[in-house]
């Protein structure tokens, strides 16, 4: 695991433990995060407190929690973490010392007394620290991590932040967020199914703060077009692990008002937005050149650049109308799966990736018709307009030339199509050698 480098990150590291206890265990659970400002000796301290009610705290998880360069936070944090820890069959609570700053492993824990539970059944873990840090920043930070992992719809599973300002603004307030109002059925939904929801909740939310005139309402719903997919694999190489599943979600939608606020910030690029084991993650290399290798084409989509920046990958498009958007999101874990021996198939990420984009392109397809549709599609459109306009004038005039006839002298109906007006469609250009853009590629 990559030691960490700034304290936001120590922070988005320590909710990610709480995330992975509280899924593992089987009942509801609370994530909460509690920051508190005041002043020590005429400097700004934060009071960072991130606990959970999942299942107990295993120490080897800190084992490789380890700061880049003590140095960095040398004026900022003294490597300190108190935890407190119980399981549910626990008879105490145990509190230990980590200090991340020591070399050996030996030397960063130190165990405290303990507290007996005195017959209470409960489980949950609690990690403390305090940090000489701009506020602003770590409520941005955090609330933001927090944001990016709702959209995942874990069903069991509800974040709390909690702010105090002592000294400050001398006032508490918390913040409560659940899973999106608009999952349905949150336990019985597929993970790609609360991902869709999520995802949709998070797109609105997001261009809602950037243009106040959108609204949550169905109306904005109306513009969102979704197309999810998701592939599984098991493995049979004993150095990879079994059930890799990848699911995807890519959304077009589009603005009324090209002039707003929300129009002009999204543009013509995509930030594709990646998913580890349920925690957000950077984008591998392979996952990139996947993005790269996909027929956007087949879709009516001319993919220009797809750039890495610190690990997020961004995808620009020349061919967006300028009221249009995509916003695509990936997620790759691990699936308890039992498949036949005769079944077992070894695949890449990079490979489900590639084929989860194109299930959820080939199900947008789909489910809205007349989006997508490759340059070849569009042009046989186009023509085939223009001979059901031809043929309309034709009737017309045939129409209006008898009917000004006297009916004795009324002679047989000309030919509709003696006209060259058909002749002057060329489509010789869809007759070319080479690749054919209507056939899809397997990928």
Excluded at 213 to 236: P, V
């Amino acid at each position: 695991m990559d030691a960490v480098r700034t304290i936001p990150d120590l922070c988005r590291r320590l909710i990610s433990f709480a995330l992975r206890r509280c899924r593992a265990s089987d009942d509801l659970c609370r994530v909460s995060v509690a920051l508190a400002a005041s002043q020590l000796a005429g400097s700004p301290v934060v009071r960072i407190s991130i606990s959970d009610t999942g299942a107990a705290c295993c120490l080897e998880e800190f084992r490789d929690l380890r700061v880049a360069d003590p140095r960095i936070f040398a004026e900022k944090w003294d490597g300190t973490l108190a935890v407190r820890t119980t399981g549910a069959s626990d008879e105490e609570v145990h509190y230990y010392n980590l200090n991340l700053k020591e070399g050996g492993t030996d030397n960063m824990l130190t165990r405290l007394p303990s507290i007996a539970k005195n017959g209470m059944r409960f489980s949950g873990t609690e990690v403390c620290l305090s940090v000489s840090e701009k506020f602003e920043v770590l409520l941005g930070e955090i609330k933001q991590f927090i944001e990016k992992v709702l959209i995942l719809n874990i069903p069991n599973i509800a974040f709390e932040l909690v702010v105090q300002h002592e000294n400050v603004y001398k006032s508490c307030c918390g913040d409560t967020f659940l899973p999106s109002e608009s999952m349905p059925s949150p336990f019985s939904a597929s993970n790609v199914e609360r991902l869709k929801y999520g995802f949709e909740d998070y797109i609105l939310k997001r261009r809602n703060n950037l243009d106040n005139n959108l609204g949550l309402s169905s109306n904005a719903m109306e513009h969102l077009r979704t197309g999810m997919g998701s592939i599984c694999s098991s493995k049979i190489s004993e150095r990879q692990n079994p059930g890799l599943t990848v699911d995807a979600v890519i959304i077009i939608s589009e603005f009324s008002d090209q002039t707003s606020p929300c129009s002009m910030e999204c543009g013509h690029q995509t930030q594709v937005l990646y998913f580890k084991d349920f925690l957000p993650s950077t984008i591998s290399k392979s996952s990139l050149i996947a993005l790269k290798s996909i027929d956007w084409k087949s879709y009516g989509l001319t993919l220009g650049n797809v750039m890495d920046q610190g690990g997020g990958a961004y995808l620009e498009w020349e061919n967006l109308p300028p009221h249009a958007h995509i916003d695509v999101i990936f997620h790759c874990y691990q699936a308890e799966v039992n498949f036949p021996p005769s079944k077992l198939k070894v695949l890449s990420e990079r490979s489900l990736l590639k084929k989860a984009a194109k299930l959820a392109l080939d199900d947008m397809k789909e489910k809205h018709s007349g989006i997508l549709l490759s340059d070849r599609a569009l042009k046989m459109g186009v023509g085939a307009d223009i001979v059901e306009e031809c043929v309309l004038d034709k009737i017309d005039a045939v129409i209006v030339l008898n009917d000004r006839k006297p009916e004795r002298c009324k002679e047989p109906v000309p030919f509709l199509f003696e006209d060259d007006c058909l002749q002057e469609m060329d489509f010789e250009d869809e007759c070319e050698e080479g690749e054919d853009s209507y056939d899809f590629l397997d990928i």
